[in-house]
């Protein structure tokens, strides 16, 4: 399975609900990533798990937050998000190939997931 | 910091010609890789093709290959053969060695292949 799994494939929420995105992979990766991505735009890292541990959080608004629960599944968990965090969310995941230094190897093909279009009213 | 640069913004292409995509980076890192992934209208990043910083050949995959030039710091995909399913954008993207897989993109390519 070289597959990598997102729901809902679209969100709507306004700005005082609560709603979490989910991510599945059951590719036996180790690393898994949360990309944000607006329109006409290149995607923009917010997350890096590692063996379901945090390792990089890029000064991501505390209104996400980022979940690892097992490591087949990432969650992104959203609360008072702004009409400016309205994009489309995609989750990604690689082999974890340790780089010379620590950290993760430059050679990181990154499977993604379809995303989630959220809009946030 | 590293930066990638696409400097074309759109292109059309007829079927079953060539077409170049121009990818230049900036970096003083010597360990680092390069990435290109198509991204149809759906919204799926695919990934194409890779090349290492201290991989001497040219990476191919398919229809797919990237002339790397290091020296120049550029990595162009070339698609040969186009198809009416290679309309997308196409991103060009870095990562450095020990930076836990963050990728930093380029502005993108929005391909249109006509009949």
């Known amino acids: 399975d070289t597959e990598v799994t997102q729901t809902p494939k679209h969100l709507v929420m306004g700005m005082t609900n609560k709603k979490s995105l989910k991510c599945e992979q059951h590719?036996?990766?180790?690393?898994m990533y949360w990309y944000k991505q607006k329109a006409k735009k290149p995607p923009e890292l917010m997350f890096v798990?590692?063996?379901?541990?945090?390792?990089i959080n890029e000064s991501v608004p505390s209104r996400f937050s980022p979940e690892c629960p097992n490591s087949s599944l990432l969650n992104l968990h959203l609360h008072a998000l702004q009409p400016e965090d309205s994009a489309l969310y995609l989750c990604?995941?690689?082999?974890?190939?340790?780089?010379?230094?620590?950290?993760?190897?430059?050679?990181?093909?990154?499977?993604f997931g379809p995303g989630t279009r959220l809009t946030v009213l | 910091a590293q930066k990638i640069t696409q400097t074309q913004p759109g292109m059309f292409v007829q079927e079953k010609e060539a077409v170049t995509l121009d990818c230049t980076y900036d970096?003083?890192?010597?360990?680092?890789?390069l990435f290109w992934y198509k991204q149809p209208s759906s919204g799926e990043m695919i990934f194409l093709i890779y090349q290492g910083s201290y991989d001497e050949q040219n990476a191919t995959e398919g229809r797919y290959s990237l002339n790397f030039q290091k020296a120049r710091k550029s990595a162009n995909l070339v698609i040969s053969a186009s198809q009416l399913g290679d309309s997308a954008m196409y991103f060009c993207a870095m990562s450095l060695a020990d930076s836990w897989g963050k990728l930093q993109f380029g502005a993108g390519t929005q391909v249109v292949v006509t009949p």
């Open positions: 990604a995941s690689s082999q974890f190939r340790p780089g010379l230094a620590g950290g993760i190897s430059s050679y990181n093909e990154q499977f």
């Open positions: 590719m036996g990766h180790r690393a």
């Open positions: 970096t003083s890192d010597q360990s680092y890789g």
């Open positions: 798990y590692s063996y379901e541990k945090l390792s």
